[in-house]
């Protein structure tokens, strides 16, 4: 077993619930299932565990945090703790007398996500009417005096709107744009056939984020991330398993991703019952694939195992039935095969409609 | 290039705050974090909007007496500039 490393952030899903029903919603599908569990005191020690143990950000996430009417008396103790808050938010249900509040309690960060451009389709992918609110509550942010990111996750339907994407950030006003494409997993690898895009329109859309960085540079950062179906080696998903990041899902989990919960054969221990501290350093879920020890070959002899970790063990999960698998996305994995197929397939027009993320999915929904 | 009478601020995005781990500073912003060495750290603290960069390098050689001033002018005024390249920096003239 690896020694615990220091964990840098905490990612701190109040409740799966939220008003909107994104096609590739990274929450998992039996979301509905799972229950709020942390009382507000519970949740404010967690944020105090968490900075013992060397934690210096919190990402206040969900579903949709606003809808936790204690989401002030968390901000309040991160920054009593002096750490940086940042709100991932979809502006939904959200005031500006709230907004207010939160500024004035000290967070540090807010971060919107916008579906689209334009308003039609940023709300068929939303599920609901969203777009102008979102945009009044994106200005509202930097009317107060708050740092605004902007999220746009990318996919078949609008990537070739990304440069109207930067612009509508720029026109925002945005400290930073996340031009985050769309990771197969959950909802997205249910969406994934009218989701995936090919390579090519992946190619022009990055270099248009280039320009656009290099064009921004100081001003706006641009950050493109590439799908994982789309590159030769997988990233280090989430810096690593239980390296740097520390999730707790809303029925208390302390997890090492937002969806390790869903893998099969894996006990995570929840906050209620144990310290953050001891969690982190003996839950037998993060000790799984902590550190090298459990890597198959390729991984195991390959150069690149303490850059990519492996890469993303749901992934590896999802499309090859065992979680302990090289992931599939990289180039070198024995499984690789599954994830040139989908990209093949990804050439061809799509039939499929959505499957809108619900307490219980209903599919096909022509909107 | 940074004009010495510009008054160099963190950005709105950008926080200095005390890691009790490593005994140093980290500069937070939205996912990311920067561990600095004790003289990023000298040098962020002073950028407060209110100093200008000469007012800075003027502070830094008190505190860095064994430093040539040439050097420490040249070392300053990189780091500034590739904070503000960063956009962790404001440098408003």
Same mark, same amino acid.
């Given at each position: 077993?690896?020694?615990?490393?220091?964990?840098?952030?905490?990612?701190?899903?109040?409740?799966?619930?939220?008003?909107?029903?994104?096609?590739?919603?990274?929450?998992?599908?039996?979301?509905?299932?799972?229950?709020?569990?942390?009382?507000?005191?519970?949740?404010?020690?967690?944020?105090?565990?968490?900075?013992?143990?060397?934690?210096?950000?919190?990402?206040?996430?969900?579903?949709?945090?606003?809808?936790?009417?204690?989401?002030?008396?968390?901000?309040?103790?991160?920054?009593?703790?002096?750490?940086?808050?940042?709100?991932?938010?979809?502006?939904?249900?959200?005031?500006?007398?709230?907004?207010?509040?939160?500024?004035?309690?000290?967070?540090?960060?807010?971060?919107?996500?916008?579906?689209?451009?334009?308003?039609?389709?940023? &709300?068929?992918? @939303?599920? #609901?009417?969203?777009?102008?609110? %979102?945009?009044?509550?994106?200005?509202?942010?930097?009317?107060?005096?708050?740092?605004?990111?902007?999220?746009?996750?990318?996919?078949?339907?609008?990537?070739?709107?990304?440069?109207?994407?930067?612009?509508?950030?720029?026109?925002?006003? @945005?400290?930073?744009?996340?031009?985050?494409?769309?990771?197969?997993?959950?909802?997205?690898?249910?969406?994934?056939? /009218?989701?995936?895009?090919?390579?090519?329109?992946?190619?022009?859309?990055?270099?248009?984020? /280039?320009?656009?960085? %290099?064009?921004?540079?100081?001003?706006?950062?641009?950050?493109?991330?590439?799908?994982?179906?789309?590159?030769?080696?997988?990233?280090?998903?989430?810096?690593?398993?239980?390296?740097?990041?520390?999730?707790?899902?809303?029925?208390?989990?302390?997890?090492?991703?937002?969806?390790?919960?869903?893998?099969?054969?894996?006990?995570?221990?929840?906050?209620? &019952?144990?310290?953050?501290?001891?969690?982190?350093?003996?839950?037998?879920?993060?000790?799984?694939?902590?550190?090298?020890?459990?890597?198959?070959?390729?991984?195991?002899?390959?150069?690149?195992?303490?850059?990519?970790?492996?890469? #993303?063990?749901?992934?590896?999960?999802?499309?090859?039935?065992?979680?302990?698998?090289?992931?599939?996305?990289?180039?070198?994995?024995?499984?690789?095969?599954?994830?040139?197929?989908?990209?093949?397939?990804?050439?061809?027009?799509?039939?499929?409609?959505?499957?809108?993320? @619900?307490?219980?999915?209903?599919?096909?929904?022509?909107? | 290039?940074?004009?010495?009478? *510009?008054?160099?601020?963190?950005? *709105?995005? *950008?926080?200095?705050?005390?890691?009790?781990?490593?005994?140093?500073?980290?500069?937070?912003?939205?996912?990311?974090?920067?561990?600095?060495?004790?003289?990023?750290?000298?040098?962020?603290?002073?950028?407060?909007?209110?100093?200008?960069?000469?007012?800075?390098?003027?502070?830094?050689?008190?505190?860095?007496?064994?430093?040539? *001033?040439?050097?420490?002018?040249?070392?300053?005024?990189?780091?500034?500039?590739?904070?503000?390249?960063?956009?962790?920096?404001?440098?408003?003239?």
């Amino acid at each position: 077993m690896s020694a615990a490393p220091r964990p840098y952030t905490l990612v701190a899903e109040l409740t799966y619930a939220c008003p909107l029903h994104c096609v590739y919603c990274s929450n998992p599908i039996d979301f509905a299932r799972r229950r709020d569990a942390l009382h507000t005191d519970d949740w404010r020690r967690v944020l105090r565990e968490a900075e013992q143990l060397g934690v210096v950000q919190v990402n206040f996430t969900g579903g949709e945090p606003l809808l936790r009417p204690d989401l002030e008396s968390l901000v309040e103790q991160a920054r009593a703790l002096d750490l940086y808050t940042n709100l991932i938010t979809s502006g939904i249900p959200l005031e500006r007398e709230r907004l207010e509040r939160l500024r004035r309690l000290g967070l540090d960060n807010v971060q919107v996500s916008i579906q689209d451009a334009r308003p039609a389709e940023s &709300d068929r992918i @939303a599920g #609901c009417e969203a777009f102008e609110h %979102k945009l009044r509550v994106a200005r509202w942010v930097k009317e107060l005096g708050f740092p605004l990111t902007v999220n746009t996750v990318l996919h078949r339907e609008n990537l070739d709107r990304i440069g109207e994407v930067i612009a509508l950030a720029e026109e925002l006003h @945005a400290d930073r744009l996340e031009l985050a494409n769309a990771q197969y997993l959950g909802w997205a690898l249910l969406n994934r056939a /009218a989701l995936l895009p090919g390579a090519a329109q992946i190619e022009q859309a990055r270099s248009i984020a /280039a320009a656009a960085r %290099k064009r921004l540079e100081g001003r706006m950062e641009v950050v493109f991330v590439v799908p994982d179906y789309h590159v030769e080696f997988p990233p280090a998903c989430m810096d690593g398993w239980g390296r740097r990041f520390l999730v707790v899902s809303p029925d208390g989990l302390l997890l090492p991703c937002l969806l390790a919960h869903t893998l099969p054969g894996l006990s995570f221990g929840n906050v209620r &019952d144990q310290s953050v501290q001891d969690l982190w350093v003996s839950s037998p879920g993060l000790a799984a694939f902590r550190g090298e020890g459990w890597m198959p070959e390729p991984c195991r002899s390959c150069a690149r195992r303490t850059i990519d970790f492996g890469g #993303c063990r749901c992934q590896a999960f999802h499309l090859t039935g065992s979680a302990a698998a090289t992931d599939p996305a990289c180039s070198l994995s024995p499984d690789h095969g599954l994830v040139e197929a989908a990209r093949a397939g990804a050439a061809r027009p799509p039939l499929v409609a959505f499957t809108y993320r @619900a307490a219980r999915p209903h599919g096909a929904s022509a909107r | 290039m940074i004009a010495p009478a *510009a008054r160099p601020a963190l950005a *709105a995005k *950008a926080r200095l705050r005390f890691d009790h781990a490593s005994g140093g500073y980290m500069l937070l912003y939205p996912e990311r974090g920067l561990a600095l060495n004790p003289t990023a750290a000298s040098i962020l603290k002073l950028c407060n909007g209110e100093l200008t960069v000469d007012a800075i390098v003027e502070q830094l050689q008190r505190e860095y007496a064994e430093r040539p *001033a040439p050097e420490l002018r040249k070392d300053v005024l990189d780091f500034l500039e590739e904070m503000s390249r960063r956009g962790l920096l404001q440098v408003a003239g």
